[in-house]
């Protein structure tokens, strides 16, 4: 069992950054994959970016790529998400998700656990 607990989201104004943090529970933290999706009003859930149990591999969606950087912590059981540039579209809620699976992925369905979202709202 994992239990995630997100943190760092906030307003922020176009062009700046925030970091978002998840804290994980348990000793396994480090076998699985994790990942951040995020939910806009009236949208569907997407996938933003996830890292392979080893930290040594990522993948982002489109839409991030050059502008978020996912990295962990296994030693303190942490996944960060940094986010720069960050736009209006980047408005939405922010989960941090576990998977029980060495390598990254990019379907909400291969994630086992799920932490209880932070809001990220960006001004224009």
């Known amino acids: 069992q994992v239990q995630l607990v997100e943190s760092g989201g906030g307003l922020v104004q176009a062009g700046g950054s925030l970091r978002l943090s998840c804290a994980a529970s348990g000793r396994t933290f480090s076998s699985y994959a994790m990942g951040w999706f995020r939910q806009a009003p009236g949208k569907e859930r997407e996938f933003v970016a996830s890292i392979r149990w080893s930290g040594g591999s990522t993948y982002y969606a489109d839409s991030v790529k050059g502008r978020f950087t996912i990295s962990r912590d296994n030693a303190k059981n942490t996944v960060d998400l940094h986010m720069n540039s960050l736009k209006p579209e980047d408005t939405a809620v922010y989960y941090c998700?576990?998977?029980?699976?060495?390598?990254?992925?990019?379907?909400?369905?291969?994630?086992?656990?799920w932490g209880q979202g932070t809001q990220v709202t960006v001004s224009s």
């Open positions: 998700a576990a998977a029980r699976r060495p390598s990254y992925s990019d379907y909400d369905y291969e994630y086992d656990y």
